[in-house]
């Protein structure tokens, strides 16, 4: 099933099951930093694998629709406009984190891998066999030997960190599905969870911009009120 608008279902269902989870971890992560819960975000294996599973699908949802955005004929300047607002996002998170969390902030994260990965996954989106056997160079040492690339960092925890090596493999595994009509092959039937999930990925990235600023709102006033309560 394809919209009108020529978007395909499954790409932005990929992209609403990523936010909702972005959401949980999220929330989850405000909770533990005003002390409500115990959660070893590094050590507890399911916390670990949390956020990596939320970014395998945001890069692989953008693996799938760079190839459908790059026949339009309008390819390149949108690609440098989306591209110039990925960068400019990304350094007022850096920015706006180093200034409220100055020993955690973000140098590297989600929206800078993003960014980098869209001009590194450029040259292949209209060569399905290359991504695929770059996706498995790259991934194969990671799973195989626990290799970790080399990438740029600093000194400090930064709270979100995605380096753009090894996590473009995933941008170009998404490449690869689309010219295998990964995209037509699955089957969406309409119904409250599929709509609920499309509605959350249309718009994710406003949603990711805005979603920790008031889950974080939240849960300070819910610690105050609690405070002033006892």
Known sequence: ????????????????????????????????????????????????????????????????????????????????????????????????????????????????????????????????????????IILFPVFVFNFTYPWFSMSHHSMDYIPAIPWVAVVLLGIFSYHRNFHRIISVKSNFLTNGLQFLGKPSLKIYLIHQPILFSLVYLFTYFLKQSS
């Not at 992560?29 to 975000?41: A, S, W």
């Not at 692989?60 to 440098?80: C, E, Q, V, W, Y």
């Not at 989600?110 to 498995?136: D, Q």
Request: charged content about 15%.
């Open 1 to 136: 099933m394809k919209e009108n608008n020529n978007r395909w279902p499954i790409i932005d269902i990929t992209r609403g099951f990523a936010v909702f989870l972005m959401i949980i971890f999220h929330f989850s992560y405000d909770l533990k930093l005003f002390g409500h819960v115990n959660i070893d975000f590094q050590n507890d294996l399911e916390w670990w694998v949390f956020p990596r599973i939320i970014v395998f699908l945001f890069l692989f949802a953008m693996g799938l629709s760079l190839p459908i955005t790059s026949d339009r004929a309008n390819f390149k300047n949108a690609f440098l406009k989306r591209l110039a607002k990925l960068i400019i996002l990304a350094l007022i998170i850096s920015i706006s984190t180093y200034l409220m969390f100055p020993k955690r902030w973000i140098y590297f994260g989600t929206l800078h891998c993003i960014a980098v990965c869209s001009i590194l996954a450029l040259p292949f989106i209209k060569r399905p066999a290359i991504s695929l056997a770059l996706s498995i």
